[in-house]
């Protein structure tokens, strides 16, 4: 009798934590939505790997910032962006849209190197955003797996438009 309660009480605590993981699940799930890698690649029609040179525009109510990058590579859209918003000889650009609450991983820090999935801004957004491209949807760390898999996303549609220019480095 004795080893069977104890049985069913680790049973119940099992459960109960399995309950309690899967409430996390949807609550983190409700309040960050994320679509998969091709949807994003889809979305942003430019993506580029940058490290964050400078933070300006902190904006102290909606915690909302802009961040000058120095771009690395672009891995898409490089003929999206327009010459003009090209900074410091054209290697560097504005990028707006940190700390969007719509964006899970939407904040960085001076240093940081990163792949921006990335819009130009839109008129509406106002003169503050005019010239800067903004955060559509997380930033992702650079590793070798997450370059492949953003460029096999990229490549199957350059394959379908019959596109070429491979890269390489980061
Ligand atoms: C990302 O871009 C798409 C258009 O491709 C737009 O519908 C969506 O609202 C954008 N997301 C964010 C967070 O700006
Ligand atoms: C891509 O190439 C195929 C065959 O080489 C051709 O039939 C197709 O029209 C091309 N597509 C575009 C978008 O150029």
Redesign the pocket.
Known sequence: MGPQRTLGAGRTALLLAGLLLVALGHRSAASCPETDLENRE????IVLTGTVDEIINMDPVHNTYSCKVRVWRYLKGKSDVNREILLDGGNKLMIG?FG?P??CDNRVATGDTRIF?L?PALEAMGPEHKNEL????SLMRITLRNLEDVEHCVEGKRLAGNETGPTTGF
């Open positions: 889809e979305e942003a029609k849209g969007n719509g964006i999935f819009n903004m955060l559509n949807s």
